[in-house]
């Protein structure tokens, strides 16, 4: 099993923790979140993880130097140049992810949820790519039908509605940051462009391919993307990290 985890964020909503520090390196009680999210992977069975890193890059190479990359094969994609966004960044990374289906977490995603099972159920539908999602507030959502397959996105703030499929009812669900991907979605992603979102492909492909929502509310889920919720996720780290 194959993973890819964004790390390459500015981190700019828990400034002045990152103004010296990788969003990727900030910690949880002394475990930062990239090392949570290599271990998690670990457990599920990834042995080939690669880390796309931007700012404070050289940080980031570091720490995985001084743990022995954690005793499995995993490689960076430098964006240090360039921040490619998400669909830009796994299309770089493409070269190491060709092979087989993969997971794709974003650094910041703090969760009890089970990869392994995760990825054994987008391998068993066969769908170009599984998402993780919840029942919860927020402004932006993916919309499903009643079968789980996308059909569309909408932001709530903006009232901009994005539909790829016309369905009569579709389910508001917001994305966890974590995706099950065939190798498949490199075929779709534009020829032109090194800067693009991943949710831009979801939608255009949505129309003709399957992605498929796997819900996941039972789990302790969390985006620690502000100081306040560094200060919550403290309270889950002894769920979330594995034991190792």
Request: hydrophobic share 40%; aromatic share 8%.
């Given at each position: 099993m194959r993973a890819m985890i964004f790390a390459a964020g500015l981190g700019t909503r828990l400034r002045p923790i990152t103004d010296a520090l990788p969003k990727a390196l900030v910690p949880i009680k002394g475990h930062p979140l990239l090392e949570?999210?290599?271990?998690?992977?670990?457990?599920?069975?990834?042995?080939?993880?690669?880390?796309?890193?931007?700012?404070?890059?050289?940080?980031?190479?570091?720490?995985?130097?001084?743990n022995d990359h954690f005793g499995i094969n995993i490689q960076v994609s430098d964006?240090?140049?360039?921040?490619?966004?998400?669909?830009?960044?796994?299309?770089?990374?493409?070269?190491?992810?060709?092979?087989?289906?993969?997971l794709l977490t974003n650094a910041d995603a703090i969760t009890n949820l089970d990869l392994h099972k995760f990825y054994q159920t987008h391998l068993q539908n066969d769908a170009l790519a599984?998402?993780?999602?919840?029942?919860?507030?927020?402004?932006?959502?993916f919309l499903f039908n009643p079968a789980g397959q996308l059909c569309g996105w909408s932001n709530e703030k903006t009232g901009e509605t994005r539909l790829s499929r016309?369905?009569?009812?579709?389910?508001h669900l917001c994305f966890s940051g974590i995706h099950a991907i065939s190798p498949r979605i490199f075929d779709f992603f534009p020829k032109d462009q090194s800067v693009f979102s991943i949710i831009d492909t979801y939608l255009?492909?949505?129309a003709t391919e399957r992605i498929l929502a796997y819900p996941h509310d039972e789990d302790i889920w969390m985006d620690v993307g502000k100081i306040p919720q560094l200060e919550q996720a403290e309270g889950v780290l002894?769920?979330?990290l594995p034991k190792v």
């Open positions: 949570i999210a290599i271990l998690r992977l670990k457990v599920a069975g990834c042995r080939d993880i690669i880390v796309n890193i931007h700012h404070f890059g050289q940080q980031i190479i570091d720490f995985l130097q001084r964006e240090r140049d360039l921040l490619l966004d998400t669909g830009g960044g796994l299309k770089k990374a493409a070269w190491f992810l060709r092979d087989e289906p993969f599984t998402l993780a999602v919840r029942k919860r507030e927020s402004s932006r959502y016309a369905e009569d009812s579709l389910q255009s492909t949505s002894d769920q979330v």
